[in-house]
Each structure stands twice: as C-alpha cells, then as structure tokens.
Nanobody, 118 residues
C-alpha cells in the first residue's frame, strides 16, 4: 500500500504564492513519477505537473511559467511552488504517484484546498 500526505493549501489573494508538499510512504519502489492534479468545482480533474526522480518534468499549459514542481528523493517528497496565482487556480489539489510521467496515477492523496480570491 502507498500513502500520500499533502500539506500547504490555503487561501491567498490573486498574485500571491503558495507551496504544496506531499510525502509518499509505503511500497513506492516502482512508482517513479510524483505530481499534482487539481479539480475545480464543476470541472474534471486535470494534470497540473508531474516529474520523475530525475529531471523529467511535465506541466499543464496553465501551469507553465507560474508553477514549479520539485522533489526531494531522499524524503520521497514532491513540492509544487505556485506563483502569481489566479482565481481560476482555485481547486482541490491532489498529490499523485505513478510509474512514469505518462501513466495514469496509481495512487492519490486526500487533496488539499487552494482558494485564490480576486
């Protein structure tokens, strides 16, 4: 079994920044990519960013230039630094882990709310 524990969500004004963290534990040996999805009210869940234990990163177009994903492999932790936040970034953000950056997530975190006020 795999556990993903997220932290760092909250309420911020437009233009502000937030940093999300997610720590993975359990049997993650073959799960090389960690990342973030989000789901806004009334919308489908969508990829935000994902990366391997190395340097391969994949971003949604909406995240490019504003969000940065990074990892601490020794801690099995992934981070999402979000800058210049917009009201349309408001969503529940889910940490994910998968075999590669192109595979669907194998496990999901419980989600953390990010709310951006205008």
């Amino acid at each position: 079994q795999v556990q993903l524990v997220e932290s760092g969500g909250g309420l911020v004004q437009a233009g502000g920044s937030l940093r999300l963290s997610c720590a993975a534990s359990g049997n993650i040996f073959n799960l090389n990519a960690m990342g973030w999805y989000r789901q806004a009210p009334g919308k489908q869940r969508e990829l935000v960013a994902t990366m391997t234990r190395g340097v391969i990163r994949k971003y949604a177009d909406s995240a490019k230039g504003r969000f940065t994903i990074s990892r601490d492999n020794a801690k099995n932790t992934v981070y999402l630094e979000m800058n210049n936040l917009k009201p349309e970034d408001t969503a529940v953000y889910y940490c994910t882990i998968s075999r590669t950056v192109v595979d669907a997530p194998a496990f999901w975190g419980q989600g953390t709310q990010v709310s951006v006020s205008s």
